[in-house]
């Protein structure tokens, strides 16, 4: 329907994912609707878990949406496979939010799979492409009722049916994508989309495996086969995962895993807020007694009020006896006096909290803050300082940004802080300078500066001009220079003799010392013009001109530069112009070394950013998507495989390479399943066997590959259409270039060069790759040339002339070839 590409918005410059409609489909006005449909309906979901969408437009011909680019790539990869628990119910969990968010807005997605949920640079999983969702209160339909719309494999039965469907159904389809990110495959397997819906109608929910055990309740709600049963939002399913990685953080569920200190913190620190006004359902796992506490448990306390000011000071009433009654003046007084002691005891209070905070705080209960700080200050105790994810620094960090007010973890900060100024001092007495430094530069972050930080400098300040006086330093740089080592880094020769130089501008000695190393550079850099590494070459160029922009050598190195990747566009364009004639005959990847791909790479290494290259890459990689798609037409899982992965190594369309992923591994299923339950009748045996005789036959008589038909190839293909595993029709197709090859020689000799054609075609047919066609093709070519000119002398010139014609379809640069052709066109008179 539509291909993705990566783009730059240029107004803002940022990456976005352009996904362009087929012009094909053009014709049938639903798929430009349903295209455009998609375009509304995610510009009208505003969510952390769904891709946005920036733009959607038309141009000429094109319609597009111009959308988030999540460089994460697909949650699943191409390989499959389970991925760990921790990631599978967080990804759910995400996209059963993002799921509720968008059925809150009216809108049913019918399309979840793992294909349309990629991943954010920080792995946070977002839904995407809702080109065939629509509005749950649209009276607009874009399938006609009854209809079966979606991916049978993550369907929900009523989907199946082609009933109408509501938010549920896409949450049983993320139930089938939380099964197939647990186990590596989905649950319900078939040969057809008919039989894997029926599954789905009829089949039970399937077991995890034992050791994911705990996770069957949220599988059974989330499966079942009634909407009513399963959860019925996806914040209450949100919730109801939320619950089971709180119990794995924990060590609740030790079955499903035993998770270190690091992993807690990652599994806790992903979950967002508790939802309280969600409801528990039954699929809490055991483990987890006490219940969420909902609204209903709100209702049953009794909410503090506030009292009134005036019941301060007065008298209460008095037991057993007759109440006092007070005068106004009485009243008012110790009203006054009421007020006074209010606000004393109030500043007094207040003064104490604010002077006692951290001893009041470490009374609190125990929570997530202060056991962090307990780690925090246990790994500071144990010298886990800074770097590690459990050092104290990360620990102290991890608290402010929970609670940035914390003065325990502020006064952890200093304290690490401290003790880096202490250890970069030790560093200094031990003449250990780049330890100091760096311990400098990670103190100065945690302490931002100070009297510490400002000793510490001069310390370091005063042991460099100690340490490094000239002499050493143009010692040193001889050193570097005899040991190879001209730039990159401190302590290269360049880097030591500029120090110098800044040190001292007239020093003669290294200035003498910059110029045996900018010679000694230029050498290389000429060595890397001879091996035509340009980009290396123009790199040691640069690096020179920032060493000394006068160096006299630099004009001359620059001119061998623009020569060299001048010699290459020539040779490059020659290349392009042999690879596009290479395309229009279809020799896309054979013959090997002269194909169509061949010769743009080659074209591409001299000119990496020529238009022409990218352009004639991308023909051949649809190209080769089209071989693909035509072995998977066919059955051949081997081939397409084999299509494909040379299609990803050029660059192919990554959404189309995806979709013949799919493809192919719902090939794959159905291949294990035809194994698995293959027989062959009687009936189809005996014609199996007289395939195989008619080809054994046919091989003999020499009809590899033609007469269609009636060829030892097509023969042997009839033979596997009936039985895929046949050892014999195999062998007898594998054996068909062996005996094409054979038979080859015989046919030059005798002259008959249309059959020896056909004995390369045989060749070519069942093995592309095969080394010995370049050889076969130049052998007939020269047979051909040779007959052309036997023709020239005989004044049959236009025979002359299809026979030459044949040799260059063959081997054009062949010098038989060449030889042939002056000599005809003397003939021509030209």
Do not use: C
């Not at 078939?190 to 034992?210: C, F, Y």
């Not at 994911?212 to 049963?229: I, S, T």
């Not at 005899?482 to 302590?491: C, R, S």
Request: hydrophobic content about 40%; aromatic content about 4%; cysteine-free.
């Amino acid at each position: 329907m539509a291909t993705v590409y990566l783009a730059i918005q240029e107004s803002v410059d940022r990456e976005v994912a352009l996904k362009v409609m087929s012009p094909a489909l053009l014709a049938d006005p639903n798929f430009g609707e349903r295209f455009l449909r998609e375009a509304r309906i995610a510009a009208k979901l505003h969510h952390r878990h769904v891709v946005g969408v920036h733009d959607v437009g038309r141009h000429g011909d094109l319609h597009y949406i111009a959308m988030e680019y999540l460089g994460g790539g697909p949650i699943q990869t191409k390989e499959g496979g389970a991925r760990s628990v921790p990631f599978a119910l967080r990804v759910t969990r995400e996209i059963a939010a993002a799921l509720g968010y968008a059925h809150s807005k009216g809108f049913v997605h019918r399309d979840v799979k793992p294909d349309n949920i990629l991943l954010r640079d920080d792995t946070a999983a977002a839904l995407t492409d809702f080109g065939i969702a629509r509005a749950s209160d649209s009276a607009t339909r874009m399938t006609r009722t009854g209809a079966v719309i979606g991916t049978p494999h993550y369907m929900s039965p009523e989907q199946a049916r082609g009933k109408p469907i509501d938010g549920r159904a896409d949450l049983y389809s993320l139930g089938i994508v939380l099964f197939e990110l647990l186990t590596g495959h989905v649950p319900y397997q078939a040969e057809d989309s008919l039989a894997v819906g029926i599954m789905h109608l009829t089949e039970p929910v399937p077991n995890l495996p034992d050791s994911l055990n705990a996770l069957q309740p949220l599988l059974d709600v989330m499966l079942a086969k009634k909407p009513e049963d399963r959860y019925q939002s996806g914040d209450e399913l949100a919730q109801a995962i939320r619950e089971y990685e709180m119990a794995i953080a924990k060590g609740e569920l030790p079955s499903l895993m035993q998770p270190s200190a690091t992993e807690r913190d990652e599994i806790l620190n992903s979950l967002p807020a508790l939802n309280r006004s969600t409801p528990n359902r039954a699929t809490t796992p055991p483990v987890m007694n006490t219940p969420t506490r909902g609204a209903g448990d709100r209702a049953k306390r009794a909410e503090p009020t506030i009292g009134r000011i005036d019941d301060f000071g007065g008298e209460q009433p008095r037991r057993g006896g007759a109440q006092r009654t007070e005068t106004a003046e009485e009243g008012g007084g110790r009203r006054v006096l009421g007020y006074l002691l209010l606000l004393v005891a109030l500043g007094v209070l207040g003064a104490g909290v604010w002077f006692n905070q951290d001893q009041l705080r470490k009374l609190l209960p125990n929570n997530e803050v202060s056991n962090a700080l307990t780690q925090a200050d246990q790994a500071f105790a144990a010298g886990r300082i800074v770097g590690a994810p459990d050092s104290a620094a990360a620990l102290y960090e991890g608290i402010l940004r929970k609670d940035p007010d914390n003065t325990q973890a502020r006064d952890g900060l200093r304290k690490v802080g401290e003790r880096l100024v202490t250890d970069a001092r030790a560093a200094i007495a031990n003449s250990n300078l780049p330890e100091a430094k760096s311990l400098a530069v990670k103190a100065r972050e945690l302490l931002r500066g100070g009297e510490l930080i400002d000793k510490l400098d001069a310390e370091l300040k005063a042991k460099e001009e100690v340490k490094n006086p000239i002499g050493e330093l143009l010692d040193r740089a001889e050193a570097a220079r005899k040991a190879g080592k001209l730039i990159g880094g401190e302590d290269s020769a360049a880097a030591l003799l500029k120090k110098a130089l800044e040190t001292e501008p007239g020093n003669a000695v290294a200035r003498q010392g910059m110029g045996n190393v900018l010679y000694a550079l230029s050498d290389q850099t000429k060595v890397l013009l001879a091996q035509k590494k340009l980009d290396e070459a123009k790199q040691r160029i640069d690096e020179m001109e920032k060493l000394d922009r006068t160096f006299v050598g630099l004009a001359e190195l620059r001119a061998a530069l623009a020569d060299v990747r001048a010699a290459d566009a020539r040779q490059g364009e020659q290349l392009l112009n042999q690879a596009e004639s290479q395309l229009k005959k279809g020799l896309v990847t054979t013959p090997q070394g002269t194909s169509a791909l061949d010769l743009f790479r080659a074209a591409q290494a001299k000119d990496p950013q020529n238009p022409r290259v990218r352009a004639g890459l991308a023909q051949v990689a649809r190209s080769i998507l089209l071989t693909a798609n035509a072995a998977l037409e066919d059955s051949d899982a081997g081939a397409a495989e084999r299509q494909l992965a040379l299609a990803e190594s050029i660059g192919a369309p990554q959404g189309e390479v995806a979709a013949l992923r799919g493809r192919l591994r719902e090939l794959k299923e159905r291949n294990a399943i035809q194994t698995q339950a293959q027989s062959v009748s009687p009936a189809q045996q005996a014609e199996i066997d007289s395939f195989l005789s008619r080809a054994d036959a046919a091989l003999q008589r020499g009809d590899l590959v033609d007469p269609p038909g009636d060829s030892a190839y097509d023969m042997f293909r009839g033979a596997l259409g009936l039985d895929r595993n046949n050892a014999r029709a195999k062998a007898g197709i594998a054996s068909i270039p062996s005996r094409a090859k054979a038979l080859f020689d015989g046919t030059i000799a005798a002259g008959k060069l249309s059959k020896a054609g056909a004995y390369i075609d045989a060749v070519e047919t069942v093995d592309g790759s095969d080394a010995s066609l370049p050889g076969l093709k130049a052998k007939l070519a020269q047979a051909y040339a040779k007959q052309a000119v036997q023709q020239i002398s005989e004044g049959s010139v236009d025979a002359a002339s299809r026979s030459l014609s044949r040799a260059r379809a063959l081997a054009p640069q062949d010098p038989a070839v060449v030889d042939a052709e002056a000599k005809l066109k003397a003939a021509q008179g030209g």
